[in-house]
């Protein structure tokens, strides 16, 4: 039992530093895969079988996933861009997405 708390407790720290990184949403497209993943090792592994129901799902996901992952590198050359103004003068600040509540509560104090 108690392994299987330290894995949990790992996993959920894991998941926690992702999110905080990254989005919520790379998380979600994350567990996604993941389901994609399952699917092929029960067909696979186990020899369940693969319906037409499954390879839809699959070409769902691997659709979903690719446009994503396609969203996310156009939006990542246009911050690049910006950052070599290029494309404009708004500038984006990685670091200032994140903010510590410490210090949000100085400055309500006015110190």
């Excluded at 390879?55 to 996901?61: D, E, P």
Aim: proline share 0%; glycine share 8%; aromatic share 14%.
């Amino acid at each position: 039992m108690l392994s299987g708390g330290a894995l949990a407790f790992f996993m959920v720290s894991t998941e926690f530093v992702l999110v905080s990184v990254t989005s919520a949403v790379t998380v979600q497209i994350a567990a996604v895969v993941k389901e994609a993943v399952n699917i092929l090792v029960a067909v696979f592994y186990f020899h369940d079988e693969f319906t037409w129901l499954k390879g839809f799902g699959l070409f769902t996901i691997l659709v979903g996933v690719s446009l994503f992952n396609w969203y996310k590198y156009q939006k990542l050359q246009a911050g690049h861009a910006n950052e070599d103004g290029m494309l404009g003068s708004r500038e984006t600040n990685a670091s200032a997405k994140y903010v510590i509540l410490e210090e949000i509560d100085d400055l309500d104090e006015g110190t």
